[in-house]
Nanobody, 119 residues
Framework: QVQLVESGAGLVQPGGSLRLSCAAS????????MGWYRQAPGKQRERVGI???????SYVDSVKGRFTISRDNTKSTVYLKMSNLKPEDTAVYYC?????????????WGQGTQVTVSS
């Protein structure tokens, strides 16, 4: 099992910045991918960005150049630094971890953290 605890929720003005954190615990050695997803009211959950265990990073087009994923292996923590935030970035942000368990990929989710971009 993997437990994910997110932090960094907040209200920020357009153009502002915010950093989300996701601390993983439990069977973290078998995690192959961690990432951030978001879900706005009335919309489907979408992937924001991911980082693999090998360090490969990818982002959805709408956040490229504004959001940065990083990790601290010593703390088993993944961060999402969000800059130049826009009202359309308003959503509940979820941390995700994918474990490889006997050739099966298993997903784990955090509880979600609210990000609101508004003047």
């Amino acid at each position: 099992q993997v437990q994910l605890v997110e932090s960094g929720a907040g209200l920020v003005q357009p153009g502002g910045s915010l950093r989300l954190s996701c601390a993983a615990s439990g069977s973290i050695s078998s995690i192959v991918v961690m990432g951030w997803y978001r879900q706005a009211p009335g919309k489907q959950r979408e992937r924001v960005g991911i980082i693999t265990s090998g360090g490969k990073i990818s982002y959805v087009d709408s956040v490229k150049g504004r959001f940065t994923i990083s990790r601290d292996n010593t703390k088993s923590t993944v961060y999402l630094k969000m800059s130049n935030l826009k009202p359309e970035d308003t959503a509940v942000y979820y941390c995700n971890a994918t474990r490889l368990v006997e050739d099966v990929l298993v997903d784990y989710w955090g509880q979600g953290t609210q990000v609101t971009v508004s003047s």
